[in-house]
């Protein structure tokens, strides 16, 4: 017996406990990183709890494409950068004309030269000699002077043109380049920001961020050198060939054979990199998630000293991600080494015909043979390094297949709908709600269950409606399809009897209010999260922070207050306080009808109350649908609705329901412990009595 340090420093069993303790944790920890291991490469494991899998959206496995590239991807691309048309006016034309021009500089420097040979060897040398080199011996010194200023003049002028349309394809190339990859950016944030509610549920925070860092990173940086050096290699090769085969069709034979070596490995090599590449793509969006969530998570990691098993499952997914980029980097390697040595026989075969045409053929000059045998050599490295570019596109072209995809995604109801078809500038002035057997999945997939199957019920005007249910039960969803959030399946919703389907998203929504249960605030000022259109003036906004009871804690503890900046997150807030501002706005807007999310779950009992409160005194007029957490705060509603499985089992007051021992409603209240159900008992009666004297009180006054 002793203090914890005395019993650590005198006693040998108690210190072998602490060690047994420390290995039994190491040991525990081990096996939940190689559990967590096996999770990340085989999936998500089967949660505990059926149901709430059952009715909850899974997060899907990442899409592997197969084969090569298709050549919509390719003209979606040249759409997105200039036109379809216009790019391949672009790449036909530049790049035809740009190498046209310099062969024909190669060609005219070559003649040059050749007449300078003659006109200073020729006649030493007794070569033979045709007419026009006849004519040449002949000229003047002025003559030959100002044919050679000709030839000079000529020669700079076409040097000139070259530079300029060099120029023009960089820049043209370039641009395209570019402005295809800033319209595909743009057009896939946007077709995030319209996706369902749902695409969100089933894809994780990396993989979307995945899309946004390295494939449009990809696309600005790599892709337009990648682009460029296969076009101008293409042309370059065309060219090329043209010009060997007019001067020595010979030397085509080699080149025949060479391309069809270099063309079969590179369909091996193509098959592997971009497969890799595609793998490399997906094996980098948990890298990014898990980055992401430990970022987020930090505080917890730290208090629980986690910072090992974090840092471990970290390096695991680094190491998937790092196989495919090894992997990638070898099967380069493997194509650069077999180009070789198809490219050192080619050499061989090159040089074996020219000196045999040389000594067999006097009828070539040595201009030709050596325009001839430069072109054949510059032929096999253009085909090797313009083969191996291609396959670089194509796999650098995943990261656009991979964008287009998210470009498009399925995209949520219009936000607006024409002038005709848009509701009352007032609407909704009631705020009755319809639901006529609406039924609803989270997902596309005929196969997965019903989140809300066949509810029928109407909510009048200005009541308090409760809504509980286990977990599952499809009481958020509920709320989702108020705000158009996922698509229904049947049936109908009407809000002061105007079907919800038939208006804009943003006449829909600016019109209904919403207490979340994970309150967000975005980056900014207090005042921008409060009043996000900016429709409210300053002292609108401090009444409803006094209502909320926020104004004195904004006064004095934010420095600047309305204009105060909020962290990200609104992390220098606690749970509490953005659920008050959550009502603060609420209560700017006015709206006739306010959605509780299970807003008093994360927070204590005190700003429970104060939220109940607000609730009641603001909104007496206003239709509020509360999610439950407690039953306390929900107990005094007009009407409690219980769902189980995505139906409506009961829809009543909660006196009748918790006098009705056999009713779902009663179990829950059981459930509570007998002390919590007879209070919550009490609370039924009294506030069904107080109803009971107000409809009282009205009738009389009606009557007189």
């Known amino acids: 017996m002793g203090t914890y340090n005395k019993l650590l420093a005198t006693s040998t069993s108690f210190n072998r406990l602490i060690d047994d303790i420390h290995q039994n944790q190491d040991e525990k920890q081990q096996e939940f990183i190689a559990r967590s291991r096996r999770q990340s490469v085989f999936g998500t494991l089967s949660s505990e709890n059926d149901e709430e899998e059952m009715l909850s959206p899974v997060e899907n496995d990442e899409l592997i494409k197969e084969g090569s590239v298709k050549w919509s991807v390719y003209t979606d691309y040249l759409r997105a950068g200039v036109g379809l048309f216009l790019g391949f006016l672009l790449a036909i034309g530049v790049f035809s004309a740009h190498q046209g021009v310099s062969i024909l500089s190669n060609w005219w420097l070559a003649k040059w030269s050749d007449e300078e040979t003659y006109r200073y060897y020729t006649f030493d040398n007794c070569t033979t000699m045709n007419a026009m080199n006849h004519e040449i011996l002949n000229m003047t010194d002025t003559q030959w002077n100002k044919y050679r200023n000709q030839r000079f003049i000529i020669y700079c002028a076409i040097l000139l043109v070259v530079a300029l349309l060099t120029l023009l394809r960089v820049v043209a190339t370039k641009f395209m380049c570019l402005n295809a990859g800033r319209v595909l950016h743009d057009k896939m944030l946007q077709r995030i920001i319209r996706c369902p509610i749902i695409f969100f549920d089933m894809n994780p925070l990396g993989r979307i961020f995945n899309r946004f860092t390295k494939d449009v990173m990809i696309m600005d940086d790599s892709l337009p050198s990648y682009f460029f050096d296969c076009l101008q290699g293409f042309f370059q090769i065309l060219g090329t060939v043209a010009l060997v085969g007019w001067l020595n069709p010979w030397s085509l034979i080699p080149t025949a054979i060479a391309a069809v070596c270099l063309l079969f490995v590179r369909y091996r090599f193509a098959q592997c990199s971009r497969d890799l590449k595609r793998l490399e793509g997906v094996t980098r969006s948990p890298v990014y998630s898990h980055l992401a969530s430990t970022t987020k998570g930090l505080k917890i990691i730290r208090s629980y000293h986690a910072e090992y098993l974090s840092s471990e499952i970290f390096f695991h997914h680094l190491d998937i991600n790092t196989r495919a980029n090894y992997l990638l980097i070898t099967v380069n390697r493997w194509s ?263 807003a008093t779950a994360n927070v204590d009992m005190a700003t429970d109350k104060l939220i109940q409160m607000a609730i009641r005194s603001n909104f007496k007029d206003c239709t509020v649908l509360t999610v439950a957490h407690r039953l306390r705060t929900i107990i005094d509603n007009d009407r409690i609705m219980v769902l189980q499985n995505g139906k409506l089992l009961e829809f009543d007051k909660p006196y009748h329901l918790i006098r009705n021992v056999y009713s779902h409603f009663t179990s829950l209240v059981e459930q509570t412990g007998s002390g919590e159900a007879e209070h919550l008992r009490k609370m039924a009666e009294n506030s069904f009595s107080d109803d009971i004297e107000t409809e009282t009180n009205d009738s009389d006054t009606t009557h007189l």
């Open 336 to 598: 650069a080494f077999r180009f070789d040595w198809i490219a050192l026989g080619f050499i061989a075969l090159v040089t074996m015909l020219a000196v045999i045409l040389r000594m067999t053929r006097n009828s070539f000059s040595s201009a030709d043979i050596a325009l001839t045998l430069s072109y054949s050599l510059n032929l096999m490295s253009l085909l090797q390094w313009t083969i191996k570019q291609s396959v670089n596109l194509e796999t650098q072209m995943t990261a656009v297949e991979r964008v287009l995809e998210y470009c498009n995604l399925e995209q949520e109801p219009p936000v607006e709908v024409p002038v005709d078809q848009r509701p009352p500038s007032d609407w909704p002035t009631h705020g009755r709600i319809v639901f006529d057997d609406v039924s609803m999945r989270q997902t596309s997939d005929t196969m997965a269950p019903l989140i809300l199957s066949h509810l029928s019920f109407t909510i009048e005007a200005a009541e308090k409606i409760g809504i509980v249910g286990r977990t599952g039960a499809g009481k958020s969803s509920l709320i989702q399809t108020l705000f158009r959030m996922n698509t229904l399946l049947d049936g109908e919703i009407k809000i002061d009897d105007i079907n919800i389907a038939t208006i804009g998203l943003n006449d829909l929504r600016r019109q209904i209010s919403i207490i979340p249960q994970n309150p967000f605030l975005f980056t900014g000022t207090m005042r921008s999260n409060l009043d996000q259109f900016d429709e409210f003036t300053d002292t609108e906004i401090w009444d409803a922070l006094e209502q909320v009871q926020l104004k004195k804690f904004v006064a004095e503890n934010l420095q600047g207050g309305l204009h105060s900046i909020m962290s990200e997150s609104g992390s220098n807030l606690s749970v509490g306080q953005k659920q008050l501002m959550c009502l603060a706005r609420a209560i700017l807007r006015k709206s006739k009808i306010l959605l509780v999310d299970e």
